[in-house]
């Protein structure tokens, strides 16, 4: 069964950094690729990051591009989303999921049938 735990949220000002962890758990994150959502209140789950499952390859939403990067760290299940130069508008639940088809990301209409797990909530106010 896939699971993840992710962290690393908290409120930041404008401008500001975070990095966010993702860590998988229940089957070898290898395998698959790895993507970021997020939910700001009121709205359906965006894609806003992916990564292939080598990490050789990322993929942005053009709404972060240039200002967040997307790793992964394959001997420990875990990715991360460094997110710099935050805006308000990031302000968002921001989840990971697996097998996500990382060309849907860049073009908008990324979607994950499985189960969310907790999320970490990012504020970005000043």
């Known amino acids: 069964q896939l699971r993840f735990e992710e962290s690393g949220g908290g409120l930041v000002q404008p401008g500001g950094s975070l990095k966010l962890s993702c860590a998988a758990s229940?089957?070898?994150?290898?395998?698959?690729?790895i993507a970021w959502f997020r939910q700001a209140p009121g709205k359906e789950h965006e894609g806003v990051s992916c990564?292939?499952?080598?990490?050789?390859?990322?993929y942005y939403a053009d709404s972060v591009k240039g200002r967040f990067t997307i790793s992964r760290e394959n001997v420990v299940n875990t990715a991360y989303l460094q997110m710099n130069s935050l805006k308000p508008e990031d302000t968002a639940v921001y989840y990971c999921?697996?097998?996500?088809?990382?060309?849907?990301?860049?073009?908008?209409?990324?979607?994950?049938?499985?189960?969310w797990g907790q999320g970490t909530r990012v504020t970005v106010s000043s």
């Open positions: 990564i292939s499952g080598s990490g050789d390859t990322t």
């Open positions: 229940g089957f070898n994150s290898m395998y698959y690729t």
């Open positions: 999921a697996a097998d996500v088809i990382c060309d849907t990301v860049e073009a908008g209409t990324a979607q994950y049938f499985g189960s």
